[in-house]
């Protein structure tokens, strides 16, 4: 089983910038594909992207291409999501996923954070 916490989350006008933040543990975490998935009141929680477990492949929403990019550090057991150029429509709890399968679909991924607000004000 692997940890997970995010950090990072706040306000910002549109056009602004975030860096969201999750922090791994667990003996295997590195193994692990992670993942950032986002959701708002009365809608599913969506895939935003993910990110091998060496950092060899990446995907995106095609909502979010361009304009959010996913990295890690397995050395320090951590993920990022860098939020570029934000819209309102971005206002979410975004959620860090760990899971053995590279997969945008939330149920492939096995262990959850609490998750970190964004509100992207107009």
């Known amino acids: 089983q692997v940890q997970l916490e995010e950090s990072g989350g706040g306000l910002v006008q549109a056009g602004g910038s975030l860096r969201l933040s999750c922090a791994a543990s667990?003996?295997?975490?590195?193994?692990?594909?992670m993942g950032w998935f986002r959701q708002v009141p009365g809608k599913e929680r969506e895939f935003v992207a993910l990110?091998?477990?060496?950092?060899?492949?990446?995907n995106y929403a095609d909502s979010v291409k361009g304009r959010f990019t996913i990295s890690r550090d397995n050395a320090k057991n951590m993920m990022y999501l860098q939020m570029n150029s934000l819209k309102p429509e971005d206002t979410a709890v975004y959620y860090c996923?760990?899971?053995?399968?590279?997969?945008?679909?939330?149920?492939?991924?096995?262990?959850w954070g609490q998750g970190t607000r964004v509100t992207v004000s107009s």
């Open positions: 996923a760990a899971g053995r399968s590279i997969s945008m679909w939330m149920n492939d991924y096995d262990d």
């Open positions: 667990g003996r295997t975490s590195s193994t692990y594909t």
């Open positions: 990110i091998m477990s060496n950092g060899g492949y990446t």
